[in-house]
């Protein structure tokens, strides 16, 4: 079980938006997680500047939460390591042929009411499900 | 340089919004997708504010004329859905159901300082990788062949 947190679920969200507007008006660019990484990989691509800047500030928030609120955040993974690797690497292989996962499609790509966002978000929303289904109460596992 | 720190600093408000939001605990996300278990609703509340806020932000930031830094907006400007978007989608969720990190979740989680994220991290990068190596070799393969 985890505790239902609508609050603070909602702020946090509100907050990946104004991330989103915000790199839109600065910078011009989808904050899409997984087009910011696909182009630090080599060939990494000319400017490769602000998406590292990106990313560290992404790295850096949750210490910077814990340190100015006292409260460490929640994290807790049931998963066993093997699986965490297959599971990365289905991720990585199916955001890159999706072009795009839930910060780009989901967020930034269903505000612009991109029909090829909302059937990628619908999509992998539902195999999800369906793959937790299966994991849980087909096979019994984590 | 202003753009490398204003891009910093967006990178900071994102991974809070994320960390905040629960996005960053495997447990949560996974919970969230456990609709006839242990089904924990608070994800779709993320859903819900990072859509509001990004909504109405885009009409305002998109009828400027360009961006603050850049000549022009970067936007996709394919129409079609493919199989490509459908199946790479399809596969995306496939593995955010084992793992429960996607990759907005888990870079921020690198923060934390947990191996499980490192591990699902290091994965997905040559997840992405390999794909983009596989898309390549096929885009060089001559199409008669």
């Not at chain 2, 340089?1 to 910093?8: E, S, V």
């Not at chain 2, 994320?18 to 608070?42: E, H, R, Y």
């Not at chain 2, 509340?45 to 000549?71: D, Q, S």
């Amino acid at each position: 079980m985890t505790a239902f947190t609508p609050l603070a679920s909602f702020v946090g969200g509100t907050m990946i938006g104004l991330a989103a507007v915000l790199l839109m008006a600065f910078h011009g660019r989808i904050a899409g997680m997984t087009g910011i990484i696909t182009g630090l990989l080599p060939p990494v691509s000319a400017d490769w500047g602000w998406r590292a800047a990106f990313l560290a500030g992404a790295v850096a928030a949750p210490l910077a939460v814990t340190l100015l609120t006292g409260t460490p955040i929640g994290f807790e993974s049931p998963v066993p390591t093997p699986w965490l690797i297959v599971g990365g690497l289905i991720v990585g292989v199916g955001v890159y042929f999706g072009s795009g996962c839930t910060s780009g499609h989901g967020v930034c790509g269903i505000a612009r009411l991109s029909p090829r966002s909302i059937a990628a978000t619908l999509t992998f929303m539902a195999t999800a499900i369906a793959t937790v289904f299966v994991i849980r109460h087909v096979l019994g596992g984590f | 340089m202003r753009r490398i720190l204003m891009a910093g600093l967006i990178g900071l408000v994102f991974g809070t919004g994320i960390a905040v939001s629960g996005m960053a605990n495997p447990a949560k996300v996974l919970n969230f997708f456990d609709l006839f278990g242990t089904w924990d609703p608070s994800l779709a509340f993320v859903m819900g504010g990072a859509l509001l806020v990004t909504a109405i932000g885009y009409r305002f930031v998109l009828k400027r004329p360009a961006p603050m830094f850049e000549a022009r907006f970067h936007l996709p400007g394919s129409r079609r859905i493919d199989m490509p978007l459908i199946g790479g989608s399809a596969v995306f969720g496939i593995g955010w159901g084992i793992a429960g990190f996607c990759p907005g979740g888990a870079i921020p989680a690198l923060g934390l300082g947990e191996a499980s994220a490192f591990i699902f991290v290091g994965a997905m990068m040559a997840g992405i990788f390999a794909a983009r190596a596989l898309r390549t070799a096929m885009a060089a393969r001559p199409q008669n062949a």
